[in-house]
């Protein structure tokens, strides 16, 4: 994933970008160009569609074997009856405004999320208001992938540098 992009947005729109869980390195079971493209998407999504000074939100959070990825945003989310709507690919909802897109973001993460025998939930944030995307992605972690989550918290810590 090409960080810079994403990087440029955030300093541009002034957005929270946080992160909590997980402070020790996790080995992820899984493929690592597929896992970071469905990452980076979720990112950037959250990114794109948060309104100025809004708050993006990322979380891992661990349970035995199984790790969560949580992305959660104060954009104007999806309404629960349009996110079939959403993972299909290049349609666009008409909430998005004036912001460019292909739509085919989500419907990608569904499908890598698919090709790790898992489906993503998406719904309205609670706490935010905005879109959430909860995905135990890595069932049964082991340690032979090399895709390692201290990355990215070296990222994160990067985005609190003023670009």
Same mark, same amino acid.
């Given at each position: ?8 947005? $955030?300093? #541009?729109?002034?957005?929270? /970008?946080?992160?909590? =869980? ?5 080995? &992820?079971?899984?493929?690592? @160009? /597929?896992?970071? +493209? ?19 939100? @990322? $979380?891992? +959070?661990?349970?035995?074997? @199984? ?9 104007? =989310? ?8 959403? /993972? ?20 990608? @993460?569904?499908?890598?999320?698919? /090709?790790? $025998?898992?489906?993503?939930?998406? #719904? $309205? ?6 879109? &959430? ?8 972690? #082991? ?21």
């Amino acid at each position: 994933m090409d960080a810079l992009p994403v990087w440029r947005r $955030r300093a #541009s729109k002034h957005t929270d /970008l946080g992160y909590e =869980g997980e402070q020790e390195a996790m080995w &992820i079971d899984g493929d690592e @160009v /597929l896992l970071g +493209e469905l990452c980076g998407n979720l990112l950037d999504n959250a990114l794109k569609y948060t309104p100025e000074q809004g708050i993006v939100t @990322v $979380r891992l +959070e661990r349970d035995g074997d @199984v790790i969560t990825l949580v992305v959660e945003d104060s954009g104007p =989310g999806i309404d629960d009856e349009h996110i079939h709507l959403a /993972l299909q690919p290049f349609h666009r909802l008409d909430n998005v405004g004036n912001v460019a897109g292909a739509g085919i973001g989500l419907a990608l @993460v569904n499908d890598i999320a698919r /090709l790790h $025998r898992t489906h993503p939930h998406f #719904s $309205r944030s609670e706490t935010l208001g905005g879109f &959430i995307c909860k995905d135990t992605l890595f069932k049964h972690c #082991s340690a032979v992938m090399t895709t390692n989550v201290s990355t990215v918290k070296r990222v994160y810590k990067k985005t609190h540098l003023e670009v």
